[in-house]
Structure formats: structure tokens, C-alpha cells
């Protein structure tokens, strides 16, 4: 809304300063910090509604150390988090871009849906929660809004490699180059990956190969492979925050490389200059990423050991559906393995225990695990390791697979 104050200032009165609002790093600058102030200063204000309102959490015995004292500890922060995320993108942020929309719909959807999980487990006393099924839905029909958006939507597009014309210009006796960038756009579903040429896949490869003129249809695979992302994502999301601070740290940290992303693949001579798809528009939602990284880190204030609140899945929920569009929408979506590696793990965990267990015990009658529990962190914990070492490692180890998925850009 400033943005387009800002504007008009500009363009009807040409008031002072008033064009630094059309640079994205200045407007970034802004939300995080915004964003940072209102977690921080607000997020106290919540804590305090939520403690009156008795929304504790309810813990399961499990044999953890230092467990029981969680117990009665605030849950749906994750209310802080998309707080302090949509305001800063409604003040500084163009909001006709559909990146923007879509980042939109996506925290309000599976904010919603996180909110009534959590309702039914703190207002309901249904220690459950909503049925696995319609989380399942929610995530579901997110993934087909996000993919029907992408495939279909005319501001979506690419510039593969932005052409350059040599133009000399003789001025004063003087000849002086000047690079003219192409600005042909095109519809496409290619992404990025290492080890292909010039990086990139074309999901259209997979249908087209039984026959060319298939290509019309490659939205049939295209939609389905945006849904298991966004699924899984927010579910990795979910079971990584199982310890305080693990979930917003280690998602701060992939939302700061996607950032990076961002920024890059939206400005035409960075992209250019690193030899990397360039996305038009896509630099806006550097300002989305901004706002986000500043309430994660935001919440972090409250949320490290001991917290004094959760996020919940109001929390969890939302921030996976949210890496999971950022990385589709930067088309780095294949590169989540690696760069959302602490989540891949987490997921791969619980689904190798319960899978082991269930196998074990139908050979043998007697269920067998790999790990002393999962997700994997409960599995350090039960070795003794206290949850601050875990969390702290866990964001080391977050740090390094960003390194590396950045270096992947080179790796042709």
C-alpha cells in the first residue's frame, strides 16, 4: 500500500525521495524490518492472549528429557509468524504481481488449515486434531492452485538465456559498447537442476517423448509433481518442529537461499551475468521472502529454549506450503532434497521407522526400529544429547546443504 502511496507522490507532486519505493532491495530493507518489529513487539502481546485464553500445548508422555515441563506452554505462534509476514508484504510489495497473490493465498490457506488443527486440539480438548485426510485436502487443493497458476497463467514466463546484441556507440570520438537485452518472454514449465544441460529440466520431456505433439497435455504431469511438493514440504514442516526452534531456525535459513534465488533469477543482468534462468517479475517476491525471514527470525525471540510459546501447525503448516511455493515459483523445486534436506530427512525418518516396524513385525511378529524414535531428532534426544545441541547442529548442518545448493548453479 506504501508502494503505491509512494507512487502517486512520485508521478502527481514528485515528492522527495519518494522513487526509492521502485527499488526491490530498499522495499526488502523495509519488511524485515517491519517484519522483525512486529514479531518481536507484538509477538509478546500474543503470547500474553494465548495464555489467558489456556491455549496450552498438551504433551505426550514419550520419555524425553525435560518433556513434562513443556506442558501448558502457548501454541498457535504460528498466528505471530503470518502476522508479521502479511503485513509488511501488504505495505511494501506490488500486489497485483502474481507471485505475490499466489505467496498470498498459500499463507492464508494452510494458515487456515493449521488454525483448525489447532483449534480442535486446544478448544476441543481432541488431542488428535483434524482428521489426517482433510490436511491431506487442504494440501492438495493448495497444490492445484499453485500448479494451475504456474502452468496456465500468462505473467508466469522465463527468459532461458537473455540475449545480448552488441550495439557500438560513437560519441565524442569515443566508442563506447552498450549491451541491449532481449526481452522476448515465454511460456514454460522448465526448472532448475544440476548436471543437465545448461541446468535446466523440461517436464515436458517426460510426456513428449512417447509423442511431440503431447506437449499440450504436459500439464497431466506437470500438476501432479506440484502437489507432492507442496504435500510434502508442509509435512516435513510439520514433523521437523518437534524441538524448540528447530522448525523456524532451519526455515529461516532456506527462505534467506530461496531469497537469493529470487532476487537473482528476477534481475535480468545477474542472471545473465551467473549464466542462470532469468524469471521475469520474480524479483518482487524478494520482499515476500524478506517479511518471512524476518518473522521466522522474529519468533525466534520466543520460540528458542526454553519457549515461551509454539507455533503449532498454524505455524508449521504455513511455513512449508510456503517454501514449497517459493521453491516452485523460483523453479528450484528440484533442488528441495538438497536444500531442504533437514525436512527430506525428517520425513525420510518416520517413514523408514514406521515402514521397518511394520515389516519386522509381519516376518517375525515382533516389530523392530531403525531409530530409538523418530523423527530423527526425538532419536538424538533419546541418545542424551540435550534439544539446544540438537537444534543448533541441525542449523549448522541446514547452513551447509544452503552452501551447497547455491554452489549447484555452477555445476553444469
Not at 145 to 171: A, L, S
Not at 314 to 337: M, Q
Not at 353 to 381: A, C, D, E, N
Amino acid at each position: 500500500m506504501l508502494y503505491y502511496l509512494f507512487q502517486y507522490l512520485e508521478e502527481q507532486y514528485q515528492f522527495p525521495g519518494a522513487q526509492i519505493f521502485e527499488f526491490i532491495s530498499f522495499r526488502a530493507a523495509m519488511a524485515v524490518i517491519f517484519s522483525l518489529l512486529i514479531s518481536t513487539i507484538f509477538g509478546k502481546k500474543i503470547i500474553n492472549i494465548l495464555l489467558a485464553k489456556q491455549v496450552g500445548e498438551s504433551v505426550r508422555e514419550l520419555g524425553l528429557e525435560g518433556q513434562s515441563e513443556k506442558a501448558g506452554t502457548p501454541t498457535m505462534g504460528g498466528i505471530i509468524i503470518i502476522m508479521a509476514t502479511l503485513i509488511p508484504v501488504l505495505l511494501f510489495s506490488k500486489l497485483e504481481n502474481i507471485y505475490i497473490i499466489l505467496l498470498i493465498v498459500t499463507t492464508l490457506w494452510m494458515g487456515a488449515i493449521g488454525f483448525l488443527d489447532d483449534y480442535i486440539k486446544t478448544f476441543k480438548k481432541n488431542k488428535e486434531g483434524l482428521k489426517g485426510k482433510f490436511k491431506v485436502f487442504g494440501q492438495v487443493g493448495l497444490g492445484i492452485i499453485v500448479g494451475v497458476t504456474m502452468y496456465f497463467h500468462p505473467d508466469i514466463t522465463i527468459k532461458e538465456k537473455p540475449k545480448v546484441d552488441q550495439v557500438e556507440v560513437v560519441e565524442n570520438t569515443m566508442e563506447v559498447q552498450e549491451k541491449s537485452y532481449s526481452s522476448v518472454e515465454e511460456k514454460s514449465i522448465k526448472t532448475t537442476i544440476p548436471f543437465f544441460k545448461n541446468n535446466e529440466f523440461d517436464y515436458e520431456s517426460l510426456i513428449t517423448w512417447i509423442n511431440p505433439a503431447y506437449a499440450k497435455y504436459a500439464w497431466l504431469v506437470f500438476i501432479p509433481i506440484v502437489i507432492f511438493i507442496v504435500t510434502a514440504i508442509s509435512n516435513g514442516a510439520n514433523l521437523t518442529d518437534g524441538i524448540d526452534g528447530l522448525a523456524a531456525g532451519s526455515s529461516a535459513i532456506i527462505v534467506l537461499t530461496l531469497g537469493l534465488f529470487a532476487w537473482v533469477s528476477g534481475n535480468i543482468i545477474f542472471s545473465d551475468y551467473l549464466n542462470i534462468m532469468n524469471i521475469p517479475n520474480s524479483g518482487e517476491m524478494t520482499i515476500y521472502i524478506a517479511a518471512f525471514a524476518g518473522a521466522l527470525v522474529g519468533f525466534l525471540w520466543y520460540n528458542t529454549y526454553p519457549a515461551q510459546v509454539f507455533m503449532g501447525d498454524t505455524g508449521s503448516l504455513t511455513i512449508g506450503g510456503i517454501i514449497a511455493v517459493l521453491a516452485i515459483a523460483t523453479r528450484k523445486e528440484l533442488l528441495i532434497p538438497l536444500l531442504c534436506g533437514i525436512f527430506f530427512v525428517e520425513n525420510l525418518s518416520v517413514i523408514l521407522q514406521v515402514g521397518w516396524f511394520k515389516y519386522t513385525r509381519k516376518k517375525t511378529g515382533t516389530g523392530r526400529r531403525i531409530f530409538l524414535m523418530s523423527p530423527l531428532h526425538h532419536h538424538y534426544q533419546k541418545r542424551g544429547y540435550h534439544e539446544s545441541k540438537i537444534v543448533v547442529r541441525f542449523w549448522i548442518v541446514g547452513v551447509f546443504l544452503a552452501i551447497l545448493t547455491v554452489i549447484t548453479l555452477k555445476l553444469r
